[in-house]
């Protein structure tokens, strides 16, 4: 089966650094997006990834290792603003997005 | 504005009624999209539709029915639904629907609760 894992919840500090995880496990590999989500908000695009390393985009990177099925999204400088839920997806060899639950990123002063 | 609008955005429904959900895109894409969005739990893509023929229906009950009129309009009509169909339904849009790097652009969602 196709599976997506990332941490439901995650805690930190403004100002701070803080990275979340995803794995991935799905038929074929067609790259890799990060959404936000602001609660009771619709998702928006953070980042795309399908070649291995790192991309900078302002305060937000995103890093993919297609080998080991991982990626990671970066956020530093950490804002209040910050505080939603960042969901993971792969698209897969059909070109349907698989996502993951959702990171619950909040913030604390 | 993500250029992608669905009405209405809150609905209270009885298991016995019939209603509708509606969303239309302003980007000029040519695919669409309905997601399920329940606690806690990943996105659940219902429908796809590329260029106005369905594409993909992931074994989604027959209570749920999709229409896509022209390439800017979507409709997902309720009927007989069930307290557990109770969640939020997106729309999203795409330029294609068949690139890996299509990124997909949401409506604000529809919040369902079913009676």
């Known amino acids: 089966g196709q599976n997506i894992d990332q941490p439901t919840e995650m805690t930190a500090t403004e100002g701070a650094i803080v990275q979340i995880n995803c794995t991935y496990q799905?038929?074929?590999?067609?790259?890799l997006f990060w959404y936000q989500q602001h609660a009771g908000e619709a998702p928006t695009f953070l980042s795309y990834n399908v070649l291995d390393g790192l991309e900078e985009k302002g305060r937000f990177s995103s890093f993919l290792s297609r080998s080991k099925g991982y990626s990671y999204l970066l956020l530093k400088e950490l804002q209040m603003k910050d505080s939603a839920s960042y969901l993971c997806a792969v698209t897969d060899s059909n070109y349907q997005l698989i996502w993951g639950a959702g990171t619950k990123l909040i913030i604390k002063p | 504005e993500t250029g992608v609008t669905q009405t209405p955005r809150h609905l209270v429904m009885g298991m016995t009624n019939k209603k509708s959900l509606k969303c239309e895109q302003h980007l000029g894409h040519n695919a669409m999209y309905w997601y399920k969005q329940s606690a806690k739990k990943p996105l659940e893509l219902m429908f796809v539709?590329?260029?106005?023929?369905?594409?993909e229906n992931n074994s989604v009950p027959s209570r749920f029915s999709p229409e896509c009129p022209n390439s800017s309009h979507l409709f997902l009509h309720l009927h007989t639904l069930q307290p557990e169909d109770s969640a939020l339904y997106l729309c999203?849009?795409?330029?294609?629907?068949?690139?890996?790097?299509?990124?997909?652009?949401f409506g604000p969602g529809t919040r369902l609760t079913v009676l």
């Open positions: 539709y590329s260029l106005e023929e369905r594409v």
């Open positions: 799905t038929s074929g590999f067609n790259g």
């Open positions: 999203a849009s795409s330029p294609s629907g068949t690139s890996g790097s299509d990124e997909q652009f």
